[in-house]
């Protein structure tokens, strides 16, 4: 399946001049962890809302969020029941799971786009059947920073180097993370987050 950039050529357009006003998810700053003045990782509490969610599940994690994020766009950009530009709002997530041996992703990615303030009462409805709109559960993370394209292997990298700094603890999930960006995908420098999700 390839990516037909001429659909896009509107939505990304309309992007662009919507670039400026990016609603951030709210959520609740808990505290900071670090060494030698720099920061390691944060832990925050985001709390329930309506997503805008897409499940795809391609030979590659940067197929998946790249196809998932292009429907999201249009969604955004007109094709919903109120048939305007609703507004971006960062960051976009992306819901992994890994094997059960831990070495490598699951195929399925669940991508979610948080609908902006204005919305989150009456979410308009997506005309594309594939984007599901969804109440998600009040969420407390520990995240960290990172930055580039995320593909299997650099997520898995940062997973690892996380679980390094943490140490052994009981506190977050081990299957289940999500990596948060804050750019589009074809930004290949791009900041991102990685989220490990604390027991509830």
């Known amino acids: 399946r390839v990516l037909c950039l001429a659909d896009m050529a509107g939505p990304i357009a309309q992007m662009v001049r919507h670039s400026q006003a990016r609603e951030p998810v709210p959520y609740v700053f808990l505290s900071q962890h670090g060494k030698c003045e720099e920061v390691a990782y944060e832990e925050r509490r985001y709390p329930a809302g309506k997503w805008a969610c897409v499940t795809m599940g391609e030979p590659m994690y ?28 960062i960051p976009v997530l992306n819901e992994i799971h890994l094997t059960k041996e831990g070495t490598e992703l699951e195929r399925e990615v ?13 979410p308009p409805v997506p005309m594309d059947p594939e984007i599901h709109i969804t109440e998600r559960a009040p969420l407390r993370v520990v995240t960290r920073v990172f930055y580039g394209m995320t593909t299997e292997e650099t997520i898995l990298r940062e997973i690892s180097l996380f679980w390094e700094l943490l140490g052994s603890t009981d506190m977050v999930l081990r ?3 999500i990596v948060a960006s804050y750019e589009n995908p074809s930004i290949p420098q791009r900041r991102n987050e990685i989220w490990f999700i604390c027991q509830a």
């Not at 029941?81 to 709002?89: K, Q």
């Open 62 to 89: 940067e197929q998946s969020i790249s196809m998932s994020f292009m429907k999201l766009m249009r969604y955004i950009c007109k094709e919903n029941s109120v048939g305007c530009h609703l507004g971006m709002t």
């Open 110 to 122: 669940l991508t979610a786009y948080y609908l902006p303030g204005v919305f989150q009462q009456n």
């Open 175 to 177: 299957e289940t993370y």
